[in-house]
């Protein structure tokens, strides 16, 4: 069974940079393609960042060029590098795979304030 233990959120001022992190088990982690998604208060959940297993990666136009993916395979885990935060980009956020897999994990809150 998959497990995602998401972590590194928390409330930051806007303009700052958080690292969010996921570790993932129960899985071949390293052949398989992994998101982030987002979910804003009242809003769907939203995938906004992507990565291959060969490292490639695309990201939602509301968060190109102030994130940053990446993951260590050894470790199975992926990273969320967020900096230039905004107000908007408060919300709940999971890690997944691509297709999403059944489970979820419990995400980590991640508040800017203005």
């Known amino acids: 069974q998959v497990q995602l233990v998401e972590s590194g959120g928390g409330l930051v001022q806007a303009g700052g940079s958080l690292r969010l992190s996921c570790a993932t088990s129960?899985?071949?982690?390293?052949?398989?393609?992994v998101g982030w998604y987002r979910q804003a208060p009242g809003k769907q959940r939203e995938l906004v960042a992507r990565i291959t297993s060969r490292g490639f990666t695309i990201y939602s136009d509301s968060v190109k060029g102030r994130f940053a993916i990446s993951r260590d395979n050894a470790k199975s885990t992926v990273y969320l590098q967020m900096n230039s935060l905004k107000p908007e980009d408060t919300g709940i956020y999971y890690c997944?795979?691509?297709?999403?897999?059944?489970?979820w994990g419990q995400g980590t809150q991640v508040t800017v304030s203005s």
């Open positions: 997944n795979f691509i297709p999403p897999s059944g489970s």
């Open positions: 129960g899985s071949t982690f390293s052949i398989n393609a």
